[in-house]
């Protein structure tokens, strides 16, 4: 499995920007998919997750009503649209895997991700 993720650069705050992920190697294109970020000195945290057929999405409050994440299964890819970006949104951002196919409760923790991408970095200048 291999994840690739792109689009990520350097953008002035409230600019914004589109990362994509596009799968290779999954058994099925309706796993769960998700977008996380890790900034320097800090852990991993959840951005956002959509499931296999996109009817359920779910946000961390931080970017709530500024980003989007959405899918093309036919492609095998994911997006996130960034928009209103924030300096505190600067990060190295990854994709990931879940190979379940329906959002459960509670916060998406990294550890139910299977596959991770190499990560693309976003930087947000004030």
């Known amino acids: 499995v291999q994840l690739q993720a792109c689009g990520g650069g350097l953008v002035q705050a409230g600019g914004s920007l589109r990362l994509s992920c596009a799968a290779s190697g999954l058994t099925y294109s309706t796993y769960i998919m998700g977008w996380f970020r890790q900034a320097p000195g800090n852990e991993r945290e959840f951005v956002a997750t959509?499931?296999?057929?996109?009817?359920?999405?779910r946000y961390a409050e931080s970017v709530k009503g500024r980003f989007s994440i959405s899918r093309d299964n036919a492609k095998n890819t994911i997006y996130l649209q960034m928009n209103n970006l924030k300096p505190d949104d600067t990060a190295v951002y990854y994709c990931a895997v879940d190979r379940r196919f329906t959002l459960y409760g509670g916060i998406p923790r990294s550890e139910e991700y299977d596959y991770w991408g190499q990560g693309t970095q976003v930087t947000v200048s004030s």
């Open positions: 959509i499931s296999g057929s996109g009817g359920s999405i």
